[in-house]
């Protein structure tokens, strides 16, 4: 019996130093050897001033933006620690009602684009926090960032394209555009 014990204890030590601090201590080393921009966070700098994380959303309102997908997190938008959907249905009118909403939002700055709006432009992801917007939802807000920003629509077309991330291994997902990296793009336009 006391062998058994003794056992026991002995296998829980070395499962725990094993599990607790071996392998995870392993793991980070790795990552950090091999994705180090991964293992601090996909964190964005300009000027060793930390701008955001290309892995989080985050709110543009100023139309010369491209603006991302809604975020339903509160008392903030984008707040990581409070991430969740609506948790709203698609027949539950307090959602018609805030797409209805945004679709007018959208329409006040560009009057002019007659074009169906995107629904990723309309509603919040599951985790309220995502970073990137469909190329549909990029397309349609050219003319209006192209002419608060006074460029011409295929040189911001230009910059969409080149922030598109394609499917994760030509299959998985459709292509999307990170909101933060293409709106740093264009604050770095110098125009003539």
Not at 46 to 61: A, D, H, P, Y
Not at 146 to 170: P, Y
């Amino acid at each position: 019996m006391r062998e058994q014990i003794r056992s026991a204890i002995l296998m829980f030590v070395i499962l725990s130093l094993l599990t607790g601090i071996f392998y995870p201590a392993f793991i980070t080393g790795a990552v950090y050897i091999f994705f180090p921009h991964q293992a601090t966070g996909s964190m964005l700098y300009r000027n060793n001033k930390l701008l955001g994380s290309v892995l989080i959303g985050q709110e543009f309102t100023d139309p010369k933006y491209f603006w991302g997908r809604i975020s339903e997190t509160s008392p903030v938008a984008y707040n990581s620690s409070s991430s969740s959907g609506s948790n709203l249905g698609p027949s539950n009118p307090a959602l018609i009602e805030k797409v209805k909403a945004r679709i007018r939002a959208l329409k006040e700055f560009d009057p002019d684009n007659t074009n169906p709006v995107p629904i990723d432009l309309v509603t919040s992801s599951a985790s309220g926090l995502d970073p990137h917007i469909s190329i549909a939802g990029a397309y349609y807000q050219i003319p209006r960032v192209a002419r608060m920003r006074s460029l011409t629509e295929d040189t911001i077309k230009a910059i969409v394209n080149r922030h598109t991330n394609g499917r994760i291994f030509g299959l998985i997902g459709e292509p999307v555009v990170n909101v933060l990296e293409l709106n740093l793009e264009l604050d770095s336009i110098k125009i003539k």
